[in-house]
Every structure is written in structure tokens, then in C-alpha cells.
């Protein structure tokens, strides 16, 4: 089915697990593969970015992982990272076949723990085009140390207690325990940083998208906080953009930065603001940045020799 917009839904399968996508059919051979972060839903997770990207010209594919939205997989609302890495790899897999796309000009983008995940991908792909990581959560153990300062110590101690009990209630296959997406500090909630409670506002402005559920496995915050994909950067061989968010309290830039140097061909680009701000205040600077780096490294017209990242307030090229 196709809709106004001119993506149509489609269904690829990762293992014994359906996932389901936007194809947004482009017309310059290039396409970016797309995944929103956390347990957020592809529709507020991508659509902004997407549809520039396609206006551009992009082929876009953008998915749900499994166990969210409406791609297939139970119980729901879990996040496993080798289950996710999968799906992210199958949706590749799936781009490739695509009649418009060319094999060889595929890119990969996420955001938040999915931008971690960018990482992952991407040092197991080096055929990939590009990649595109957005503030994303390179360090889990250090992230969550950081952002542990913005929530008390008798809720944060009710979280880790939840997630505990939610994690032997799955070995029984008990229903998930699940808690916010994001709340205020004192609250149980997956974030309490100041920047975590913009998440709303920043991907669902005026409730836009009803039916996504702000909500997450408990046990799934104790994966998160020990996932540390950014320990692959070395290995990553494509050209790498990695935009981080200056006063990020949920994904710290600095963290993002750091293993950015250690990928042989990463651009880094700054914007101002918190961790959704690529989505609110800084989204042109964004898709920008963006749209440029994916020109230059998908298609043969990109930009000339020595032009470089200018729409963002700073950026560091990594030779």
C-alpha cells in the first residue's frame, strides 16, 4: 500500500522474526537503511530524517526492530542487542534487492542506541557506502554512569531492582515488567536526564503518533547499560559521520567523540544542544550535515574536493 508521502510498507524477514519497513523508492541509486532508537517506533524515530532524505533523491528503508512497532517477535517491548544487530543486518540485506538501489551505495543510520549500533554494523559491513551515527550511545557502562546523576539513589536502586526481577521472570517466560521511556528524576523510568524528558516533544509533538508506546522491558536497561559498541570503531572501514549533540546528558558527546577517533574515516559534527536536538532546535543543521555526507559518499556528483561539513556549529575531520 502506498501513501501520500509515496513510501509503501513492506516485510523482509530477519531469522524466523517478520520485520516491517517504509520503502521510500528513490531515484539516485543510493539508499539509507534506518532504524529509530531504543524502543522508539520507526514513524517517530525516522520520519523527519526520511523524508528529507528521500526529497533529496535517497532510496530510504526504514524498520521496525523485532519485539516493537509492528514488526513480529514476542514478548513485546524487549530490547536484545544480537536480536536487533540481526534485524539491522537483514534490513541491509534487504536494501540490496531493492530494483532502484545499487548494492554498493547502501548507508546505514540510527540514533541514540541504534547510532551504537551503527557501529557494530558497520564494522562487520565494510562494503557499506556510509554510515551515520546520531548521538549515539557508544559506552554504556560510562553513559549510564553519567546519566546516573540525574536520578536519585532509592529510584535508581527500584530500576535495577525491577530489571533484575524482570530478567528472571523472563527465564520463567513471565510477561515483561515495563516502565517509561523517560520520567522526572525520583521517578522509575528508563532516563531521568534533564534532555531524556524532551523525547516526547521531540518525536511525538502534539501526540502526532498514538500508537507507540513509551514504554520498555525493564530488564532491558541492564543490557543497555553494558553495551559498549564503540569498541569496534577501529574496525570500521567505511566513511563514518558521527553528529553529536554538545550538551548531551543522555548519550555524552565527549564519549561519542572519543571513539569516533579511533574509526579510520569518520567525520565528527557538532550541534548544539541536548540529546533530541538533531529533532527540535538543530534539525536543519542536522539533516544538512547529513544530506551532505551522503552525497559525497554515495553519489559520484557529491561534494567537491575540500568543501566541508559547514552546517553545524563545528566539525572535525578525521584523516
Not at 178 to 203: F, H, N, Y
Not at 265 to 288: K, M, R
Amino acid at each position: 500500500m502506498q501513501t501520500r508521502t509515496g513510501r509503501v510498507q513492506v516485510r523482509f524477514a530477519s531469522g524466523d522474526v517478520e520485520c516491517v519497513a517504509w520503502h521510500y523508492p528513490g531515484t539516485n541509486g543510493a539508499c539509507v537503511v534506518m532504524a529509530a532508537g531504543g524502543a522508539v517506533t520507526k514513524e517517530p524515530g525516522t520520519d523527519p530524517f526520511a523524508r528529507r532524505f528521500h526529497d533529496d533523491g535517497f532510496t530510504v528503508l526504514a524498520f521496525d526492530f523485532r519485539r516493537l512497532g509492528e514488526s513480529g517477535g514476542q514478548p513485546r517491548q524487549i530490547i536484545r542487542m544480537r536480536e536487533q544487530l540481526a534485524d539491522f543486518e537483514a534490513a541491509i540485506a534487504h536494501a540490496s534487492t531493492l530494483p532502484e538501489v545499487s548494492p554498493d551505495r547502501i548507508a546505514i543510520w540510527g540514533f541514540s542506541l541504534t547510532g551504537g549500533h551503527v557501529f557494530r554494523v558497520a564494522a562487520r559491513h565494510p562494503r557499506l557506502g556510509a554510515a551515520v551515527a546520531q548521538t549515539p550511545l557508544v559506552d554504556g557502562v560510562r553513559g549510564a554512569a553519567q546519566a546516573g546523576r540525574h536520578q536519585r539513589p532509592l529510584a535508581m536502586l527500584r530500576v535495577l531492582g525491577l530489571g533484575i526481577l524482570d530478567a528472571f521472570g523472563g527465564l520463567a517466560v513471565r510477561r515483561p515488567v515495563l516502565i517509561p521511556l523517560a520520567g522526572e528524576p525520583g521517578t522509575v523510568a528508563m532516563l531521568t536526564t534533564p534532555d531524556g524528558l524532551d523525547g516526547d516533544r521531540a518525536l511525538n509533538p502534539g501526540n502526532r503518533y498514538p500508537e507507540w508506546p513509551q514504554m520498555i522491558a525493564a530488564r532491558s536497561g541492564i543490557r543497555i547499560s553494558l553495551y559498549r559498541p564503540g569498541r569496534d570503531a577501529s574496525r570500521i572501514t567505511s566513511p563514518l559521520l558521527v553528529l553529536v549533540a554538545d550538551q548531551d546528558q543522555t548519550a555524552p558527546a565527549e564519549l561519542a567523540v572519543e571513539a569516533a577517533r579511533s574509526a579510520p574515516h569518520a567525520d565528527i559534527a557538532h550541534v548544539p544542544g541536548g540529546h533530541y536536538a538533531p529533532f527540535l532546535d538543530a534539525h536543519e543543521q542536522a539533516v544538512d550535515t547529513q544530506l551532505l555526507f551522503l552525497r559525497k559518499h554515495l553519489l559520484a556528483h557529491g561534494r567537491a574536493p575540500g568543501e566541508f561539513l559547514t552546517a553545524t556549529s563545528e566539525s572535525d575531520r578525521i584523516r
